[in-house]
């Protein structure tokens, strides 16, 4: 069985994106990037809301190609194109690259690609991974807190049924105070 586990970036309010779907205060400093990259390389399958995939889409397939690059980015945008990745809309009509679209119950598709033999998988999307937590299918979070304030926006966490009981596994502090919470689901 796959494990599945949720990680964004996060104000210290709670937002994975600011009003306006304004994402510019979390841009990732070179540790933090590399973090990311050692993560995104262990990953076998990256689930995504719209929202996050049109976000995620409209750079990464090209960002190795871009003169500026520098070569965490570059190492990323490889690593990402590789990775197969599944988006859950019921509004877009396709998707590109290394990527299959599903229309369908979400729940019902995480459920059966967690029951899987494979490499862990990761979920993106406030709306996708509050259907996933509300289901109880989410084994990690790993919270990438940085120290600012947006007052209002995207929660990190949407509205939950119950309570979800998780134990500490790991803090990590990056420069510019950014601060990795990573916790297991207790079962």
Known sequence: ???????MNVTLDGYIAARGDDIGWGVPGAELHQWYNDRAREIG????GRKLWEVMSAHWPTADQQPDADPIEVEFARIWQATPKVVFSSTLDEVSGNARLFTDDAV???????AEDGAPMEIGGATLAGAAMRAGLIDEYQVVTHPVLVG???PFFSALDSWVDLRLVETRTFPDGVVLSHYESRR
Not at 45 to 48: P, Q, R
Request: aromatic content about 10%; hydrophobic content about 45%; glycine content about 10%.
């Open 1 to 7: 069985m796959r494990t599945l586990t949720y990680a």
């Open 45 to 48: 399958v990256s689930l995504y």
């Open 108 to 114: 019902v598709e995480i459920a059966r690609l967690k």
């Open 152 to 154: 209002g926006g995207t």
